[in-house]
């Protein structure tokens, strides 16, 4: 994640993640250290592009990951630490998600200050 | 969108449009009664499947509106009060966005109360 939240992204096409989720509200400490280590994990794989997250107050958050193919989400879906973090999800963070694999054809960006 | 924030949407394949957008913080009352008004007219247009959308407090937000196909989206963007809608978002309301569309491919969801 870029410090502005936004995903510094190739053009298309590429894959998107996306992940919406139902926080129950506890063990906030824990929830956040892991979804830190995710996306540090996360950054060092083969074919990651980026992240964009964010999270209301109301605790329903969607994570959309970007990754230059199928192979690279597969590989990230293997790897064990993020395995076991999928679980702890389960358990303990989660009342509900959503998760869907996409595949991005066109994209478009604006910004004010853009020259 | 459905009370509890997730779209109810069919098996893939789908569309998908991820709008990440920065808010600059004014006009919060114009802003929101325009986003529930786009919301209200997408539910009515052919071929829509749902939407999800959060903010974080830092203004940092994701909407992700689901479409059956590339020609609902298309018809969706030329509807002339969202046309409208989206140079208020230029002039008033953001200061920067991205929006990706992309093909869902597949899906897998999980909540804690299903039986």
């Not at 939240?5 to 250290?33: C, H, M, T």
């Not at 950054?43 to 193919?69: C, H, K, M, N």
Request: aromatic residues 14%; glycine residues 8%.
């Amino acid at each position: 994640m870029s410090a502005d939240g936004f995903a510094a992204l190739p053009k298309p096409p590429y894959y998107a993640v996306i992940f919406s989720s139902q926080r129950n509200g506890r063990d906030e400490p824990g929830y956040y250290a892991t979804a830190a280590r995710m996306i540090e994990l996360a950054q060092r794989q083969p074919g990651y592009l980026g992240v964009e997250s964010t999270r209301g107050a109301d605790g329903f958050g969607i994570t959309v990951a970007y990754w230059e193919s199928e192979e690279a989400i597969s590989a990230w879906r293997r790897h064990a630490e993020h395995a076991a973090a999928r679980e702890q999800g389960r358990s303990d963070w989660y009342d509900h998600f959503e998760l869907r694999v996409a595949k991005v054809e066109r994209a478009y960006g604006w910004d004010r200050q853009a020259p």
